[in-house]
Every structure is written in C-alpha cells, then in structure tokens.
C-alpha cells in the first residue's frame, strides 16, 4: 500500500505537471503538431523562475517564465512557417539551442537553488498553512490555466487555432492565416510548459539543466492515460474534456509513479516504466478492438455449434 505522505505528493506533483501536459495537448492534440521544445522550454521556466526568484521578485519571475516560454515557442513556430523546417525537426532545433540558453540564464551553472529565498510555495503558506500551501497553490493556478484554455480556445481566434489543428488546407482556403495561428498556439503551448517548470524549481527549491529531459514523453503519456479515464465518462470530446483529461492523467501517472517506487523499483527503470506505460496507452484503441473483434468472433463460433447442434437433433 502506498503511505499518505507518497499519496499527497503525487497529487501535488500531478497538479503542477499539468500545467505542463495542457501545453501538450495545445500542440500535440489541438494543433496536431508534435513539439519536441517542450524538453528546453520546460527547464528554461524553471531556470527564469529561479533566477528571478534570487533577485527577490519571485512572482514576477512567475510571469517571466510565461514570456520565456511563449519565446521558445514562437522561435519553433518560427522555424516551421517561415523557415518552412519540418516540425518535428523545428523542435530539435529549438530544444538544442534552449539547453545553452538555459545555462547562460543560470549563469553557468547545471544546478541552482533557492533554499535561502522565500518561494512562491513558502509565501503562500503563510495564508493558509504550510501543510496545504502544496496543494491548494498548485490547484489554483491549474484552474486559472486550464480556464484561460478554454476560454481562448472558444473565441474566434481560438476557433481559428483548432481549425488549423484539424485542416490547415481548409484553413488556408478561408484567408484565415494558419502561420499565426500555428504561432499563437505553440506560444502558449510553451508558455504553459515554462509555467509548470517554474512551478517545480519553486516546489523542489532548484532549478537543474537537465530537468526537462523526457518531458515530451512523460507529458505524452500523462495525457493519454487521462484521455482514456475521462473517456470512460465523457464519450463526446471536447475542449473542456481535453484540459480535465490533462489534469487526470497526470496526477494518475504520478500515482502510478509513486506506486511503482513504492514497490521498491529503482529510480533508473522510471524510464522504462514511462515508455510502457506510453506503449500502453497509445495502442489501447488496438487492442480494445482486437479483444471486441476476438469476442465477435468467439459467439460467432458458439452461435454456429449451437445450430449445428439443433439441426443434428
């Protein structure tokens, strides 16, 4: 059994890493594109945050984690509408540029902490408590993000953007303009992928260069598990759905992460873990259909041997 302690931090981690899985589902699921920056811009929000964090304007650095973020993804979408660079490869580009960035912007340095600043977390837990300031910050700020999504996403801009998800060419035969479409989407893609990052050097009371690495993967797989848990409630999908299944899947995945630790699996297969688990969930459609398909055919079989057997009679 998991301890309450494992428990309750999963669920906060999950809450901050949802930030993080709603910036992919802005790319990955809306605007159909699959975003590698998220690797660079997740570490460059935590390494803005830190930093800013140091020079006493800890909030302040909140936002300019969101600047930095929606910088990253508009040098991607940069890449990919006016460079004309494949998006996948657009992504490489960026990633690979921001883990310089990143060490410019703390100096030099692979690993900087804030242990003798006051955080965002502590401050808040002068309000309310420092046993609650984990979860019910992070909830917050979740629900403000997630609302901003959907509120933007049902404007007609916002329209606009899930159009060019759906059919650039459709799109671009209306004299609606996919490039700054595409643009303003891995903005604030990236910008909340910054934001969660910033949210976890505030949480850890650090910030590390190497931090976003594997973020795509475990983001992706976050994503999935919630899609396929709030489409057991919800068959008609949807913007809101979208940014619940975010939320669910990654506290979900942190759970099982918890879990998995709690069976005393070494840290190392954590990354092995998050590949099965993204295996997994992306080709659950395929077996859902084989195992209908095999219960098809298996009363097809028994329906037969049953007419066999009446006409023997």
Do not use: W
């Not at 309750?8 to 910036?23: F, K, Q, T």
């Not at 700020?141 to 609302?147: C, P, Q, T």
């Not at 893609?189 to 260069?209: F, K, Q, R």
């Amino acid at each position: 059994m998991m301890s309450l302690y494992s428990f309750l931090s999963a669920i906060e981690l999950g809450l901050i890493y949802s930030l993080m899985v709603l910036g992919l589902f802005l790319s990955y699921r809306v605007l159909n594109i699959p975003d590698l920056t998220v690797d660079g811009s997740f570490t460059l929000g935590a390494a803005v945050a830190v930093v800013m964090t140091l020079s006493g304007h800890p909030i302040l650095g909140l936002f300019a984690a969101i600047l930095a973020g929606a910088a990253a993804g508009f040098l991607t979408a940069f890449l990919q509408t006016k460079m004309k660079i494949q998006p996948i490869l657009a992504g490489i580009i960026t990633m690979t540029a921001l883990y310089s960035i990143n060490l410019m912007v703390m100096d030099d340095k692979a690993n900087v902490p804030i242990t003798q600043q006051e955080s965002i977390y502590t401050a808040f837990g002068s309000l309310v408590g420092k046993q609650a300031q984990g979860m019910i910050l992070s909830l917050l700020v979740l629900i403000l993000a997630g609302a901003a999504m959907v509120l933007f996403l049902k404007t007609p801009f916002g329209l606009s953007v899930r159009a060019t998800g759906d059919n650039e060419s459709m799109v671009r035969s209306s004299s609606i303009n996919a490039d700054l479409t595409k643009t303003a989407g891995l903005m604030g893609a990236n910008a909340c992928v910054a934001l969660s990052g910033a949210m976890i050097a505030h949480y850890n009371c650090y910030a590390e260069v190497r931090m976003g690495i594997g973020m795509v993967v475990i983001g992706l797989a976050s994503f999935i598990i919630g899609e396929i848990a709030v489409g057991i409630f919800v068959k008609r999908k949807g913007v809101l759905s979208g940014v619940v299944a975010a939320a669910v899947g990654s506290i979900l995945y942190r759970l099982i992460i918890a879990q998995a630790l709690e069976l005393n699996f070494s840290s190392s297969s954590l990354k092995l873990i998050t590949a099965i688990i993204v295996a997994l969930a992306m080709s659950y459609p395929a077996i859902c259909d084989s195992i209908a398909l095999f219960r098809k055919k298996s009363q097809a079989k028994s329906g037969k041997e049953k007419m066999g057997g009446n006409l023997s009679c």
